[in-house]
T-cell receptor
Framework: GESVGLHLPTLSVQEGDNSIINCAYS??????FIWYKQESGKGPQFIID?????DKRQGQRVTVLLNKTVKHLSLQIAATQPGDSAVYFC???????????FGKGTLLTVNP | NAGVTQTPKFRILKIGQSMTLQCAQD?????MYWYRQDPGMGLKLIYY???????DKGEVPNGYNVSRSTTEDFPLRLELAAPSQTSVYFC??????????????FGQGTRLTVV
């Protein structure tokens, strides 16, 4: 079936460094992608999203890049802080069928 | 504004017991979802609903049932609990039509252990 997935299960960075979290998707018809952050013991929280007609979208300290040619997207976090430590998921609503599906996730650990 | 409320937060069930996980949202969202999250894994979609009276299966529906009699509530029923259903369950809701900045709001989760 169609799915989204992540390249790396864990990522450890130093405070102040930039972080890059990657995600591959398989459904070439996917129109919309979302990044979520899940802190320990909590539900996922929306970070940023992007539509398939965009290559890049920026938020506060975060940037999402979309490469439709290789079906890959990435989340870049600038000046990573300890509060950024969490699991990050990319997700795909699957176009018109409304099924919001998630990849396995990347655990980001920020070292002080 | 309470958002998405799940009850209970924790529950221990014996094999073969039944229970209902409650989910309520006060944002008038049409779309609601149930996920399970096993340790170290992503969220797997169990069931979803696009409005009152309409439900559909997700990726892992076996062993679960849902109903959607109102816009606000989307309960998840486990009829014969099995150890494989030990997991953290999340409910989510969102407005129709995925577009930029369309958030899916998640509850805090229900941690279920089947022994």
């Amino acid at each position: 079936g169609e799915s989204v997935g992540l390249h790396l299960p864990t990522l450890s960075v130093q405070e102040g460094d930039n972080s890059i979290i990657n995600c591959a998707y398989s459904n070439s018809a996917s129109d919309y992608f979302i990044w979520y952050k899940q802190e320990s013991g909590k539900g996922p929280q929306f970070i940023i999203d992007i539509r398939s007609n965009m290559d890049k979208r920026q938020g506060q300290r975060v940037t999402v890049l979309l490469n439709k040619t290789v079906k890959h997207l990435s989340l870049q976090i600038a000046a990573t802080q300890p509060g950024d430590s969490a699991v990050y998921f990319c997700a795909d609503p699957g176009g018109s069928n409304y099924k919001l599906t998630f990849g396995k996730g990347t655990l980001l650990t920020v070292n002080p | 504004n309470a958002g998405v409320t799940q009850t209970p937060k924790f529950r221990i069930l014996k094999i073969g017991q039944s229970m209902t996980l409650q989910c309520a949202q006060d944002m008038n969202h049409n779309y609601m979802y149930w996920y399970r999250q096993d340790p170290g894994m992503g969220l797997k979609l169990i069931y979803y609903s696009v409005g009152a009276g309409i439900t559909d299966k997700g990726e892992v529906p076996n062993g679960y049932n849902v109903s959607r009699s109102t816009t606000e509530d989307f309960p998840l029923r486990l009829e014969l609990a099995a150890p494989s259903q030990t997991s953290v369950y999340f409910c989510a809701s969102t407005t129709p039509g995925w577009g930029l900045n369309t958030e899916a709001f998640f509850g805090q989760g229900t941690r279920l252990t089947v022994v």
